[in-house]
């Protein structure tokens, strides 16, 4: 069953799959949250795990940075592993005021300035939006752990050292940040009649020039991590 980027075999994958970017955040979810985790992919160094939260199966993958990469990984999830929900786990830069570090962004909608939308819908464009149970999930789980949160559009970047001129008139359409993959995994689950959410931690500010560090990034993005995890709970009962 193995694909160009993914040695796992059918059935390795639960049915709900975290997605962080970043390999060395996949481990460390798939070390702190998961009882009985096991490795079923590491092509490319791009670690997939599959282990146990709350009883349920639930695995978690890389899924690199950018939306090219996002589409692969996932396309692959979703068409050939079984995989019926995806929860994209990131940082994300805040571009309002309202947004501090480590505060949560809910993408409820996902704008970019990428092609790739054209590869799905010829003509016209395409609002790439997420999976509204899942999001509804993630907003009572929010209130539940009293978390800062907001829910609202962001903005997929196919650029990571853009022009702040471009932030700017995103930020005016009321955009909430800025990260680069949520777009693209929305593309891929309305195109094959699947399921997703992109769960965000703001991790800098384009307004007030504040930031975390890297090390910060790969472990400190704990209450992200509960939400989507308690997502994956509350949609296995639905």
């Not at 990131?90 to 480590?102: E, P």
């Not at 929010?142 to 050292?161: I, M, Q, R």
């Not at 504040?210 to 994956?232: G, N, P, Y």
Request: charged fraction near 25%.
């Amino acid at each position: 069953m193995a694909t160009p980027h993914n040695s796992a075999k059918l059935g390795d994958f639960a049915k709900t799959v975290l997605m962080p970017g970043d390999p060395k955040r996949a481990k460390f979810i798939a070390d702190k949250f998961l009882t009985d985790a096991k490795l079923v992919n590491d092509v490319r160094g791009v670690q997939g795990y599959t282990g146990k939260y709350k009883g349920i199966d639930v695995s978690v993958m890389a899924s690199g940075m950018g939306m090219p990469s996002m589409a692969i990984y996932s396309h692959e999830l979703f068409n050939f592993y079984g995989v019926e929900n995806i929860i994209r786990v990131g940082s994300t830069g805040a571009l309002t005021k309202d947004l501090n570090l480590f505060d949560i962004v809910l993408a409820q909608g996902a704008s970019t300035d990428s092609n790739m939308v054209k590869a799905f819908v010829k003509r016209g464009k395409f609002a790439p939006i997420c999976d509204y149970n899942m999001l509804s999930h993630a907003v009572d789980t929010c209130k539940e752990f009293n978390l800062n949160y907001k829910v609202g559009n962001v903005f997929s970047a196919d650029v990571f050292y853009s022009e702040m001129e471009m932030a700017k008139e995103y930020a005016k359409m009321g955009v909430l940040s800025v990260e680069m993959e949520a777009a693209a995994l929305y593309l891929n689950a309305s195109s094959l009649g699947k399921k997703a959410l992109a769960i965000l931690t703001v991790s800098d500010s384009l307004v007030t020039g504040e930031e975390t560090t890297s090390d910060e990034r790969e472990t400190a993005f704990i209450d992200m991590i509960k939400v989507a995890l308690e997502v994956a709970v509350k949609i296995d009962n639905d």
